[in-house]
């Protein structure tokens, strides 16, 4: 089992940076690949990046790539969501996951790939 926690989310002005962090429990989090959601109320879940078990495969969705980098801390057994340029379209609640998937081969970039969630934070671009 893992759990996860993220953090860092805010009000940040257009154009901004702000790093969202996901804290995670259990040893097993190593051997997992890590995505990052978000979720406007009334649309459907987003990919917005993902990185697999062994941090050798990463990716990210077209609306994010160049701005955001994913990164993840074994040793802390966390991963991050690093966001630069910030736009108002950016403003969601933004999720971490997990998987038992290595997603080393291949992208896992939809939310069925991802067997735990962690609660959200909210990220709020401002004009």
């Known amino acids: 089992q893992v759990q996860l926690a993220e953090s860092g989310g805010g009000l940040v002005q257009v154009g901004g940076s702000l790093t969202l962090s996901c804290a995670a429990s259990?040893?097993?989090?190593?051997?997992?690949?890590v995505g990052w959601f978000r979720q406007v109320p009334g649309k459907e879940r987003e990919f917005v990046a993902g990185?697999?078990?062994?941090?050798?495969?990463?990716y990210y969705s077209d609306s994010v790539k160049g701005r955001f980098t994913i990164a993840r801390d074994y040793a802390k057994n966390m991963a991050f969501l690093q966001m630069s340029s910030l736009k108002p379209e950016d403003t969601a609640a933004y999720y971490c996951?997990?998987?038992?998937?290595?997603?080393?081969?291949?992208?896992?970039?939809?939310?069925?790939?991802?067997?735990?969630w962690g609660q959200g934070t909210q990220v709020t671009v401002s004009s």
């Open positions: 996951a997990a998987t038992t998937y290595g997603c080393s081969g291949s992208e896992c970039t939809e939310d069925t790939d991802y067997h735990y």
């Open positions: 990185i697999s078990w062994n941090g050798g495969n990463i």
């Open positions: 259990g040893r097993a989090f190593s051997t997992h690949a």
